[in-house]
């Protein structure tokens, strides 16, 4: 998500959408909150439309939406651990050097490391 796209979709048509589902239902029209991720634009309350825009400061999102507490600080955890086990056992086998071991990673490497960290997510992964 870049900038340029996320700022098209969110005046073209998450504005015109949110406003209008808030005409029909006779409600007021809601504050957007953000996280602070970088597809984002930083000067986003800047711009002029009918919704006011609150973005979360640098660590506020987990207080926020539980999932980034629980079940992605798990599987971030898992994803990492993945790795570095591999690291280490090819560090130990042949003695290659870390550039030795991240030039081959691809795209299928990435997705096999991500099935086996989710995979090890617990079904009831704690929220604290």
Same mark, same amino acid.
């Given at each position: 998500?870049?900038?340029?796209i996320?700022?098209?979709?969110?005046?073209?048509?998450? /504005? !015109?959408?949110?406003? !209008?589902? /808030?005409?029909? &239902?006779? %409600? =007021?029209?809601?504050?957007?909150?953000?996280? &602070?991720?970088s597809?984002? =634009?930083? &000067? %986003?309350?800047?711009? *002029?439309?009918?919704?006011?825009? &609150?973005?979360?400061? !640098?660590?506020q999102?987990? %207080?926020?939406q =539980?999932?980034?507490r629980?079940?992605?600080?798990?599987?971030? $955890?898992y #994803?990492? +651990?993945?790795?570095?086990?591999?690291?280490? !056992?090819?560090?130990? +086998?042949?003695?290659?050097?870390?550039?030795? #071991?991240? *030039? =081959?990673?691809?795209?299928?490497k990435?997705?096999?490391?991500?099935? $086996?960290?989710?995979?090890?997510?617990?079904?009831? /992964?704690?929220?604290?």
């Amino acid at each position: 998500m870049t900038q340029e796209i996320f700022l098209d979709w969110y005046i073209n048509y998450f /504005c !015109r959408t949110v406003l !209008r589902f /808030c005409q029909q &239902n006779e %409600l =007021p029209a809601q504050a957007l909150l953000l996280d &602070n991720v970088s597809g984002h =634009p930083a &000067n %986003l309350a800047e711009v *002029r439309t009918l919704l006011d825009v &609150n973005i979360f400061t !640098r660590h506020q999102t987990s %207080l926020f939406q =539980p999932m980034d507490r629980g079940v992605i600080a798990e599987f971030k $955890a898992y #994803y990492l +651990r993945q790795n570095f086990m591999e690291l280490v !056992r090819d560090f130990d +086998r042949s003695g290659k050097t870390m550039k030795d #071991y991240w *030039r =081959p990673f691809d795209i299928l490497k990435v997705i096999n490391n991500i099935d $086996a960290a989710w995979e090890k997510v617990s079904v009831n /992964c704690s929220l604290a």
